[in-house]
Protein backbone atom coordinates (compact mmCIF):
# COMPACT_ATOMS: atom_id res chain seq x y z
CA UNK A 1 0.00 0.00 0.00
CA UNK A 2 1.41 3.39 -1.04
CA UNK A 3 1.27 6.08 1.29
CA UNK A 4 -0.23 9.41 0.77
CA UNK A 5 2.88 10.85 2.82
CA UNK A 6 5.35 9.17 0.14
CA UNK A 7 3.18 10.44 -2.99
CA UNK A 8 3.43 14.17 -1.89
CA UNK A 9 6.72 13.21 -0.77
CA UNK A 10 7.73 11.50 -4.27
CA UNK A 11 9.86 8.68 -2.53
CA UNK A 12 9.47 6.07 0.21
CA UNK A 13 10.46 6.71 3.45
CA UNK A 14 9.81 4.14 5.33
CA UNK A 15 12.15 3.28 8.25
CA UNK A 16 14.60 0.50 7.12
CA UNK A 17 15.84 -2.48 9.85
CA UNK A 18 18.97 -0.74 10.90
CA UNK A 19 20.69 -4.65 11.50
CA UNK A 20 19.43 -5.76 7.46
CA UNK A 21 22.50 -6.21 4.83
CA UNK A 22 20.74 -3.71 2.76
CA UNK A 23 22.81 -4.70 -0.56
CA UNK A 24 22.09 -8.72 -0.31
CA UNK A 25 18.08 -7.60 0.65
CA UNK A 26 18.24 -5.57 -2.61
CA UNK A 27 19.97 -8.23 -4.34
CA UNK A 28 17.35 -10.75 -3.21
CA UNK A 29 14.53 -8.82 -4.16
CA UNK A 30 15.71 -8.00 -7.56
CA UNK A 31 15.89 -12.04 -8.26
CA UNK A 32 12.59 -12.30 -6.45
CA UNK A 33 10.80 -9.84 -8.88
CA UNK A 34 13.18 -10.16 -12.04
CA UNK A 35 14.04 -6.44 -11.87
CA UNK A 36 17.39 -4.97 -13.26
CA UNK A 37 19.21 -2.40 -11.46
CA UNK A 38 21.06 0.62 -13.65
CA UNK A 39 22.67 3.27 -12.19
CA UNK A 40 24.64 6.13 -13.74
CA UNK A 41 28.19 7.03 -13.51
CA UNK A 42 27.13 10.15 -11.30
CA UNK A 43 25.34 8.18 -8.53
CA UNK A 44 27.08 7.55 -5.16
CA UNK A 45 29.69 4.50 -5.41
CA UNK A 46 27.23 2.29 -3.16
CA UNK A 47 24.80 2.62 -5.57
CA UNK A 48 27.09 1.61 -8.49
CA UNK A 49 27.96 -1.42 -6.40
CA UNK A 50 24.53 -2.83 -5.63
CA UNK A 51 23.87 -2.13 -9.64
CA UNK A 52 23.56 -4.53 -12.50
CA UNK A 53 24.64 -2.50 -14.82
CA UNK A 54 26.62 0.65 -14.63
CA UNK A 55 27.18 3.22 -17.42
CA UNK A 56 26.62 6.63 -19.31
CA UNK A 57 22.84 7.35 -21.07
CA UNK A 58 23.96 5.84 -24.05
CA UNK A 59 24.89 2.47 -22.77
CA UNK A 60 22.12 2.77 -20.42
CA UNK A 61 19.55 3.24 -23.12
CA UNK A 62 21.39 0.34 -25.21
CA UNK A 63 20.55 -1.67 -22.12
CA UNK A 64 17.02 -0.70 -21.29
CA UNK A 65 16.50 -1.29 -24.82
CA UNK A 66 17.51 -5.34 -24.93
CA UNK A 67 16.76 -6.31 -21.45
CA UNK A 68 14.47 -9.27 -20.50
CA UNK A 69 13.39 -8.16 -16.86
CA UNK A 70 10.18 -7.21 -15.62
CA UNK A 71 11.23 -3.87 -13.58
CA UNK A 72 13.81 -1.91 -14.55
CA UNK A 73 15.45 0.32 -11.61
CA UNK A 74 16.98 3.56 -12.53
CA UNK A 75 18.87 5.02 -10.33
CA UNK A 76 19.44 8.33 -11.80
CA UNK A 77 17.68 11.54 -12.30
CA UNK A 78 14.02 11.40 -13.75
CA UNK A 79 14.80 12.37 -17.76
CA UNK A 80 16.46 9.04 -17.10
CA UNK A 81 13.92 6.61 -16.23
CA UNK A 82 11.86 8.14 -18.67
CA UNK A 83 14.19 7.28 -21.57
CA UNK A 84 13.66 3.46 -20.46
CA UNK A 85 10.21 4.28 -19.82
CA UNK A 86 10.19 5.34 -23.53
CA UNK A 87 12.14 2.30 -24.87
CA UNK A 88 10.42 -0.32 -22.72
CA UNK A 89 6.22 0.77 -22.60
CA UNK A 90 5.57 -2.66 -21.40
CA UNK A 91 7.74 -2.70 -18.16
CA UNK A 92 7.48 -1.29 -14.99
CA UNK A 93 10.20 1.47 -14.46
CA UNK A 94 10.99 3.02 -11.08
CA UNK A 95 13.19 5.74 -9.90
CA UNK A 96 13.81 5.66 -6.15
CA UNK A 97 13.11 9.71 -6.00
CA UNK A 98 11.12 11.44 -8.27
CA UNK A 99 12.89 14.89 -7.11
CA UNK A 100 15.81 13.87 -8.57
CA UNK A 101 15.62 15.95 -11.37
CA UNK A 102 17.95 17.55 -13.94
CA UNK A 103 19.16 21.13 -14.25
CA UNK A 104 19.53 20.65 -17.84
CA UNK A 105 15.97 19.00 -18.74
CA UNK A 106 14.38 21.97 -16.66
CA UNK A 107 16.48 24.61 -18.61
CA UNK A 108 14.19 23.90 -21.58
CA UNK A 109 10.62 23.61 -21.38
CA UNK A 110 9.07 21.88 -23.87
CA UNK A 111 6.16 24.32 -24.88
CA UNK A 112 8.86 27.08 -24.82
CA UNK A 113 10.99 24.88 -26.81
CA UNK A 114 8.37 23.93 -29.28
CA UNK A 115 7.75 27.30 -29.96
CA UNK A 116 11.19 28.30 -31.02
CA UNK A 117 11.59 25.28 -33.51
CA UNK A 118 8.62 26.37 -35.16
CA UNK A 119 10.33 29.68 -35.39
CA UNK A 120 13.43 28.63 -37.42
CA UNK A 121 10.75 26.51 -39.93
CA UNK A 122 13.32 23.64 -41.76
CA UNK A 123 16.10 22.75 -38.86
CA UNK A 124 16.56 19.92 -37.85
CA UNK A 125 16.07 19.27 -34.12
CA UNK A 126 18.87 17.62 -32.06
CA UNK A 127 18.66 17.59 -28.08
CA UNK A 128 20.79 16.30 -25.57
CA UNK A 129 19.53 13.49 -23.31
CA UNK A 130 19.06 15.60 -20.35
CA UNK A 131 15.67 16.32 -21.38
CA UNK A 132 12.10 15.85 -20.74
CA UNK A 133 9.72 13.35 -22.66
CA UNK A 134 8.15 15.94 -23.91
CA UNK A 135 11.03 17.97 -25.23
CA UNK A 136 12.00 14.50 -26.75
CA UNK A 137 8.86 14.52 -28.40
CA UNK A 138 9.26 17.87 -30.77
CA UNK A 139 12.95 16.58 -31.15
CA UNK A 140 14.49 14.88 -35.01
CA UNK A 141 17.41 12.88 -33.07
CA UNK A 142 18.69 12.62 -29.45
CA UNK A 143 22.40 12.31 -28.66
CA UNK A 144 24.42 12.01 -25.75
CA UNK A 145 27.54 13.35 -25.31
CA UNK A 146 29.17 9.73 -25.96
CA UNK A 147 27.65 9.85 -29.81
CA UNK A 148 26.76 13.90 -30.77
CA UNK A 149 29.61 14.36 -32.47
CA UNK A 150 29.55 11.30 -34.87
CA UNK A 151 25.31 12.18 -35.33
CA UNK A 152 26.27 15.82 -36.10
CA UNK A 153 28.60 14.38 -38.67
CA UNK A 154 26.47 12.32 -40.13
CA UNK A 155 24.38 14.94 -41.48
CA UNK A 156 25.08 16.54 -44.54
CA UNK A 157 27.42 19.65 -44.03
CA UNK A 158 24.60 22.25 -45.02
CA UNK A 159 22.05 20.87 -42.80
CA UNK A 160 20.66 23.37 -40.90
CA UNK A 161 20.33 22.44 -37.09
CA UNK A 162 18.93 23.02 -33.90
CA UNK A 163 20.61 21.60 -30.70
CA UNK A 164 19.52 21.79 -27.15
CA UNK A 165 19.75 22.29 -24.66
CA UNK A 166 23.34 22.91 -23.41
CA UNK A 167 24.95 25.74 -25.21
CA UNK A 168 28.21 24.10 -23.80
CA UNK A 169 28.07 21.33 -25.32
CA UNK A 170 26.44 22.98 -28.46
CA UNK A 171 29.25 25.30 -28.70
CA UNK A 172 31.72 22.42 -28.18
CA UNK A 173 30.24 20.44 -31.28
CA UNK A 174 30.70 23.68 -32.92
CA UNK A 175 33.96 24.00 -32.34
CA UNK A 176 35.49 20.88 -33.29
CA UNK A 177 32.97 19.75 -36.51
CA UNK A 178 32.60 23.47 -38.00
CA UNK A 179 29.04 23.62 -37.91
CA UNK A 180 27.11 26.60 -37.06
CA UNK A 181 24.24 25.02 -34.89
CA UNK A 182 21.75 27.14 -33.54
CA UNK A 183 21.81 26.49 -29.77
CA UNK A 184 19.31 27.29 -26.83
CA UNK A 185 20.77 28.87 -23.89
CA UNK A 186 20.68 26.00 -21.19
CA UNK A 187 23.22 24.29 -19.05
CA UNK A 188 23.80 22.28 -16.47
CA UNK A 189 24.64 23.79 -12.80
CA UNK A 190 27.02 21.38 -11.85
CA UNK A 191 29.42 21.25 -14.79
CA UNK A 192 28.50 25.04 -15.11
CA UNK A 193 30.40 25.44 -11.85
CA UNK A 194 33.66 24.36 -11.95
CA UNK A 195 36.41 26.90 -11.52
CA UNK A 196 39.59 27.82 -13.56
CA UNK A 197 41.08 29.50 -11.20
CA UNK A 198 41.32 26.29 -9.10
CA UNK A 199 42.52 23.84 -11.87
CA UNK A 200 44.97 26.20 -12.74
CA UNK A 201 46.01 26.00 -9.49
CA UNK A 202 45.64 22.32 -8.83
CA UNK A 203 47.80 21.94 -12.34
CA UNK A 204 50.74 23.95 -10.61
CA UNK A 205 50.26 20.85 -7.99
CA UNK A 206 50.10 18.26 -9.62
CA UNK A 207 51.86 19.45 -12.66
CA UNK A 208 51.83 15.96 -14.69
CA UNK A 209 48.37 15.47 -14.20
CA UNK A 210 45.94 15.27 -17.06
CA UNK A 211 43.06 17.22 -17.01
CA UNK A 212 39.93 15.59 -18.20
CA UNK A 213 36.77 17.46 -19.00
CA UNK A 214 33.28 16.98 -19.84
CA UNK A 215 31.47 18.81 -22.61
CA UNK A 216 29.20 20.64 -20.25
CA UNK A 217 31.24 22.96 -18.87
CA UNK A 218 32.57 26.22 -19.81
CA UNK A 219 34.89 26.99 -22.93
CA UNK A 220 37.30 28.44 -20.68
CA UNK A 221 37.70 24.98 -18.50
CA UNK A 222 37.65 23.09 -21.65
CA UNK A 223 40.67 25.41 -22.73
CA UNK A 224 42.85 24.20 -19.81
CA UNK A 225 41.79 20.14 -20.48
CA UNK A 226 44.27 17.69 -22.17
CA UNK A 227 41.07 15.26 -22.66
CA UNK A 228 37.55 16.10 -23.33
CA UNK A 229 34.80 13.77 -24.08
CA UNK A 230 31.50 11.90 -22.26
CA UNK A 231 32.06 9.94 -18.71
CA UNK A 232 32.61 7.16 -21.09
CA UNK A 233 35.04 8.55 -22.79
CA UNK A 234 37.03 9.97 -20.07
CA UNK A 235 36.84 6.75 -18.43
CA UNK A 236 37.75 4.96 -21.51
CA UNK A 237 41.01 7.64 -21.91
CA UNK A 238 41.85 6.84 -18.15
CA UNK A 239 41.81 2.90 -18.39
CA UNK A 240 44.10 3.12 -21.82
CA UNK A 241 46.51 5.76 -20.83
CA UNK A 242 50.08 5.57 -19.69
CA UNK A 243 49.47 8.37 -17.65
CA UNK A 244 49.16 7.84 -13.83
CA UNK A 245 47.43 10.96 -12.67
CA UNK A 246 44.09 12.96 -13.43
CA UNK A 247 42.18 16.23 -13.08
CA UNK A 248 38.76 15.15 -13.46
CA UNK A 249 36.08 18.31 -13.96
CA UNK A 250 33.06 16.17 -14.56
CA UNK A 251 30.47 15.04 -11.52
CA UNK A 252 32.48 13.13 -9.18
CA UNK A 253 30.53 10.18 -9.03
CA UNK A 254 32.58 8.89 -12.18
CA UNK A 255 35.53 8.70 -9.67
CA UNK A 256 34.18 5.52 -8.15
CA UNK A 257 34.60 3.26 -11.66
CA UNK A 258 38.00 5.12 -12.63
CA UNK A 259 39.71 4.06 -8.75
CA UNK A 260 37.77 1.02 -9.52
CA UNK A 261 38.85 0.70 -12.70
CA UNK A 262 42.77 1.99 -12.29
CA UNK A 263 43.63 1.29 -8.60
CA UNK A 264 47.10 2.06 -9.38
CA UNK A 265 46.08 5.76 -10.80
CA UNK A 266 45.10 9.23 -8.85
CA UNK A 267 42.08 10.91 -9.50
CA UNK A 268 41.65 14.45 -8.42
CA UNK A 269 38.02 15.81 -8.43
CA UNK A 270 38.25 19.31 -10.28
CA UNK A 271 36.92 21.53 -7.38
CA UNK A 272 33.62 24.08 -8.28
CA UNK A 273 34.14 27.95 -7.68
CA UNK A 274 30.92 28.27 -4.61
CA UNK A 275 32.52 26.20 -1.83
CA UNK A 276 35.35 24.54 0.45
CA UNK A 277 34.19 21.66 -1.08
CA UNK A 278 36.60 20.03 -3.16
CA UNK A 279 34.11 17.89 -4.72
CA UNK A 280 31.30 19.18 -7.63
CA UNK A 281 28.52 17.16 -6.90
CA UNK A 282 24.92 16.57 -8.42
CA UNK A 283 22.63 17.30 -5.62
CA UNK A 284 19.83 15.28 -7.52
CA UNK A 285 22.14 12.29 -8.42
CA UNK A 286 22.90 12.38 -4.98
CA UNK A 287 19.15 11.83 -3.80
CA UNK A 288 19.17 8.03 -4.82
CA UNK A 289 20.57 6.08 -1.92
CA UNK A 290 20.61 2.81 -0.64
CA UNK A 291 17.49 2.89 1.65
CA UNK A 292 15.29 4.50 -0.83
CA UNK A 293 16.65 1.61 -3.85
CA UNK A 294 15.22 -0.86 -1.09
CA UNK A 295 11.99 0.50 -0.70
CA UNK A 296 11.75 1.25 -4.36
CA UNK A 297 11.93 -2.46 -4.83
CA UNK A 298 10.17 -3.43 -1.87
CA UNK A 299 7.04 -1.67 -2.83
CA UNK A 300 7.80 -1.36 -6.62
CA UNK A 301 6.93 2.84 -6.11
CA UNK A 302 7.91 5.06 -7.57
CA UNK A 303 6.62 4.02 -10.80
CA UNK A 304 7.92 6.54 -14.09
CA UNK A 305 4.56 7.07 -16.45
CA UNK A 306 4.98 8.98 -19.87
CA UNK A 307 2.30 10.04 -21.42
CA UNK A 308 1.27 7.87 -24.44
CA UNK A 309 1.26 10.40 -26.88
CA UNK A 310 4.05 11.91 -25.55
CA UNK A 311 6.08 8.91 -25.64
CA UNK A 312 4.87 8.00 -29.27
CA UNK A 313 6.36 10.95 -30.70
CA UNK A 314 9.68 10.87 -28.39
CA UNK A 315 10.63 7.19 -29.07
CA UNK A 316 11.04 8.26 -32.91
CA UNK A 317 14.37 10.37 -31.98
CA UNK A 318 15.84 7.98 -28.92
CA UNK A 319 15.41 4.94 -31.82
CA UNK A 320 17.40 7.20 -34.43
CA UNK A 321 19.92 7.48 -31.98
CA UNK A 322 20.16 4.15 -31.25
CA UNK A 323 20.16 2.77 -34.59
CA UNK A 324 22.72 5.48 -36.00
CA UNK A 325 25.20 4.83 -32.84
CA UNK A 326 24.77 0.92 -34.28
CA UNK A 327 25.71 2.05 -37.64
CA UNK A 328 28.42 3.63 -36.41
CA UNK A 329 29.60 1.37 -34.12
CA UNK A 330 29.10 3.54 -30.92
O1 LIG B 1 25.40 10.87 -21.33
C1 LIG B 1 25.28 10.94 -20.13
O2 LIG B 1 24.95 10.03 -19.41
C2 LIG B 1 25.62 12.20 -19.46
C3 LIG B 1 24.52 13.03 -19.01
C4 LIG B 1 26.87 12.49 -19.27
C5 LIG B 1 27.92 11.54 -19.63
O3 LIG B 1 28.85 11.94 -20.32
O4 LIG B 1 27.83 10.37 -19.25
Known amino acids: MIEKDWIDKGYIDAPVDKNIDL ?3 IRKLCKEKNAV ?18 GDSLALAQKAATTEADIIVMCGVHFMGETNKILCPNKKVLVPDLNATCSLAESCPADKFEKFVKEHPGYTVISYVNTTAATKAVTDVV ?12 LPKDEKIIFGPDQNLGNYINSITGRNMLLWNGACHIHE ?41 LLKYAVN ?22 PNKNFIPAPPNDSTCACNECNYMRMITLEKLYNTLKYEWPEIIVDEEVAIKAVKPIHKMLEISEKLGL
Open 37 to 54: IMAHYYTEGVIQDVADFV
Open 241 to 262: SEEKEFIVATESGILHEMKKSC
Open 193 to 233: KFSVEKIIELKKLHPEAKVLAHPECKGAVLKLADVVGSTAA
Open 143 to 154: VTSSNARQIVES
Open 23 to 25: KSE
